[in-house]
């Protein structure tokens, strides 16, 4: 495994990443990619935005085999950040054993109408993210579907399933975390009509 855990810092965490020269803080790469969301216009109150992340392949590892908790507490930090910016509600998604269920707060569950499922996820069934999620959320629950209105995929975990429509890609530039590709959308409403239709 490539993860470089607890070198020199205050709990850093350092990766090589083979797409760019040297060794990077993990917690750099989340800042740059938390400045480029902060950037766009596409986050707002209330709605949900869901990750996916496999901490594994931030690591260097193949999705499934090597989760971090580590890992999993700076992502965590940094998606807590983005929602305290703006006032977004964070859906952490679980691995393919759990049919990619999602870890929210009680509170949005009920609110949005959503039917908790009655599972605990824990590292290799549900992924080092979503059980990182469970133990620091105020009142999580799972749920198995939710329509987010934005969301980030750290290392290809497919989100597509819980994404409204109609998805639109984020081109960013922090185009990976560790060694995980980040791949980032946002949703607009279905445009409707014909040539004469208006749009703006």
């Not at 709605?47 to 890992?71: K, N, P």
């Not at 703006?86 to 929210?104: D, K, M, P, S, Y």
């Not at 979503?130 to 497919?158: C, K, N, S, W």
Request: proline letters at 3%.
């Amino acid at each position: 495994m490539i993860l470089l855990s607890k070198l020199v810092g205050e709990n850093d965490i350092y990766i090589f990443n083979k797409e760019v020269d040297g060794i990077m803080s993990l917690e750099k790469q989340l800042e740059a990619l938390l400045a480029e969301w902060m950037a766009t216009d596409y986050l707002r109150k209330g709605e949900l935005f869901v990750v996916g992340c496999s901490t594994s392949e931030v690591s260097g590892a193949t999705i499934g085999t090597s989760g971090s908790e580590e890992v999993a507490h700076s992502i965590f930090k940094y998606m807590q950040k983005l929602q305290e910016k703006t006032g977004i509600e964070l859906a952490f998604q679980c691995c393919e054993h759990l049919n990619r269920a999602l870890v929210i707060d009680r509170t949005v569950a009920e609110r949005k109408g959503y039917d908790p499922v009655h599972v605990v996820p824990v590292k290799h069934a549900g992924g080092s993210m979503a059980t990182y999620a469970f133990h620091h959320m105020d009142d999580p629950v799972l749920v198995e579907h939710i329509q987010a209105h934005a969301g980030i995929d750290i290392g290809e975990t497919m989100i597509g399933m819980h994404v409204k429509p109609v998805a639109v890609p984020l081109r960013f530039n922090q185009r990976f975390l560790g060694q995980a590709r980040v791949n980032a959308a946002y949703t607009r409403p279905k445009l409707i009509g014909g040539a004469r239709a208006i749009y703006e």
